[in-house]
């Protein structure tokens, strides 16, 4: 590796599986010391100690990033362990497959809470230490969905369109301090959320078959493929890269 975050203190929300686990290996392998934020505690221990095993700075915190409370304090704890976080990957966050007119309430309020609240909390709490460090850099996990409408999966690309909106929002704010800030736009995914997303739409009658999503971007997505593109956003050269949505998508949204 090129040791291309070496000296950053990097925070990776929803990091203890998919591909916020393999950007965890991906940051800590180029010489970020890591905390990696989940809910899933036994996932997230483990990750970590294993990558200690190898002699890489990691570190977990346990925290529902829905949470204000819950956040400052995995942030506190980052700040302790390894500094302030000079790097943020915003990847945690879920999905609600179903007709529109069957959803509630409920799933609104869940759906906001962990695909864009988290985000706000998040950053909110990481960007004054940045700029008491000089800058920072922050990506946002987006999606396809932001621009590409599925059926039973409005409430998704809604929140993916806030997404998608907060991440140039944040950078054109903040631009001035030193902090760049961009989203990360996958396609269909080989992780279990996107194989949870494929089951799910295929009870609905949505075709997400092997051969629709070989026409719509080849095969999956594979975790390391988004993390990569995470991983180049957060590094120097994408020091003039502010603002984007980089798509992960092989060519999906360009048809």
Known sequence: MSQRLQGHSALISGGASGCGAAAV???????????????????GEALAAELRGQGLEVTFAHADVSQRTQVQAAVDHATRTFGAPT???????????????????????SLLDVNVRSMFLMTQAVLPGMIAAGG?????????????ATPMEVLYNLTKGAVHMFARAIAVEFRDRNIRCNAVCPGFIQ??????????????????????????????????????????????????VNGTHLFVDNGFTAV
């Open 25 to 43: 290996r991906m940051f800590a392998q180029e010489g970020a010391r890591v905390t990696v934020v989940d809910r899933q505690a036994d996932l």
């Open 87 to 109: 790097v943020l990957f915003n990847h945690a966050g879920t999905i609600v497959v179903k007709p529109f007119l069957e959803t509630t309430d409920q799933d609104y309020d």
């Open 136 to 148: 920072g850099r922050i990506v946002c996990t987006s999606s396809i969905s932001a621009v590409a």
């Open 191 to 240: 992780t279990p959320h996107g194989i949870r997303e494929v089951e799910a739409l295929t009870r609905y009658g949505v075709d997400v078959s092997e051969a629709a999503i070989r026409a719509a971007q080849g095969r999956m997505c594979l975790p390391e493929e988004v993390a990569s593109a995470a991983l180049f956003l957060v590094s120097d050269e994408a020091s003039f």
